[in-house]
């Protein structure tokens, strides 16, 4: 453990509608620094209103953080991203990587997303809402081809308890760096795990499609693309993909 490592309190549930909807109450009553855990959800939610499968067999977590400052939690969803591919890696040597913002994946496919989302009222809170594949055997017909489990790339069941601890305390590693404004060396370790770093990548945003080589993150976490003509295009929002 490091000296700056955050003392969570810990919430388990067996059914909620959602960890990120459970946290933003706790964060209404002035609670923070705490995790969220259920074993399923009602209403799991991913980015831009999307579902989020949330059958039994998934871990589905949410960190509730006081945050001073909101200008820099998109750091929060890059440490967390690179928390569950260095767990997954240590648990099962799978070679996990982290898809810029907010994904982590197996052979290109997703096991891990994550949904940060803010609260401000008399203070400013942050919840981090990760979700990860464990243990199900399959997914819907619409995400079959897209999703994967660590019981699909394994066949072995994992204990959900155990990996959302190695989770938290990775998380906890790497928010050492955050608390010390140490945005650079965040940045340099997604690098290292990045599936997107380096690659020829197409990004659909709300202003448009745009195709270029991945060749950074910038200082507020958006994606650097340089297109065909040379130009360098800022990726603030959307879903990228490897072409
Ligand atoms: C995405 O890939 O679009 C983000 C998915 C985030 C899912 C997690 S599961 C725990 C937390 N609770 C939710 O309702 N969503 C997040």
Same mark, same amino acid.
Request: with cysteine; charged share 25%; aromatic share 10%.
């Given at each position: 453990m490091n000296n700056n490592a955050l003392d969570f309190k810990f919430?388990?549930?067996?059914? =909620?509608t959602s960890t990120n909807d459970k946290a933003k109450e706790l964060a209404k009553k002035g609670k923070y620094n705490l995790i969220i855990i259920t074993k399923k959800q009602k209403k799991g939610k991913g980015r831009f209103g999307r579902k989020w499968s949330s059958g039994l067999?998934?871990?589905?977590?949410?960190? =509730?953080?006081?945050?001073?400052?909101?200008?820099?939690?998109?750091?929060?969803? =890059?440490?967390?991203?690179?928390?569950?591919?260095?767990?997954?890696?240590?648990?099962?040597k799978l070679n996990a990587l982290v898809k810029w913002p907010?994904?982590?994946?197996?052979?290109?496919?997703k096991i891990c997303g994550i949904l940060t989302e803010t609260v401000s009222n008399a203070n400013n809170y942050t919840l981090i809402g990760i979700g990860v594949n464990i243990n199900q055997k399959k997914f819907d017909?619409?995400?079959i081809n897209k999703a994967t489990s660590l019981k699909i790339e394994i066949n072995k069941n994992y204990n959900i308890k155990n990996i959302s601890?190695?989770?938290?305390?990775?998380?906890?590693?790497?928010?050492?760096?955050?608390?010390?404004?140490?945005?650079k060396?965040?940045?340099?370790?997604?690098?290292?795990?990045?599936?997107?770093?380096g690659?020829?990548?197409?990004?659909?945003? =709300?202003?448009?499609?745009?195709?270029?080589?991945?060749?950074n993150i910038d200082d507020n976490c958006n994606l650097m693309l340089r297109l065909n003509n040379g130009r360098i295009k800022k990726i603030v929002e959307g879903d990228i993909f490897v072409v």
């Amino acid at each position: 453990m490091n000296n700056n490592a955050l003392d969570f309190k810990f919430y388990n549930f067996k059914i =909620l509608t959602s960890t990120n909807d459970k946290a933003k109450e706790l964060a209404k009553k002035g609670k923070y620094n705490l995790i969220i855990i259920t074993k399923k959800q009602k209403k799991g939610k991913g980015r831009f209103g999307r579902k989020w499968s949330s059958g039994l067999g998934g871990l589905y977590m949410t960190i =509730l953080l006081k945050e001073k400052n909101l200008d820099k939690v998109r750091y929060l969803t =890059l440490i967390a991203s690179i928390a569950v591919a260095k767990s997954i890696r240590k648990i099962t040597k799978l070679n996990a990587l982290v898809k810029w913002p907010n994904d982590v994946l197996i052979d290109n496919k997703k096991i891990c997303g994550i949904l940060t989302e803010t609260v401000s009222n008399a203070n400013n809170y942050t919840l981090i809402g990760i979700g990860v594949n464990i243990n199900q055997k399959k997914f819907d017909k619409k995400i079959i081809n897209k999703a994967t489990s660590l019981k699909i790339e394994i066949n072995k069941n994992y204990n959900i308890k155990n990996i959302s601890k190695t989770i938290i305390k990775e998380f906890n590693n790497l928010y050492n760096y955050y608390n010390t404004k140490n945005y650079k060396k965040i940045i340099n370790i997604w690098k290292k795990y990045s599936h997107t770093f380096g690659k020829e990548i197409k990004a659909k945003t =709300l202003s448009g499609v745009y195709i270029g080589k991945a060749v950074n993150i910038d200082d507020n976490c958006n994606l650097m693309l340089r297109l065909n003509n040379g130009r360098i295009k800022k990726i603030v929002e959307g879903d990228i993909f490897v072409v």
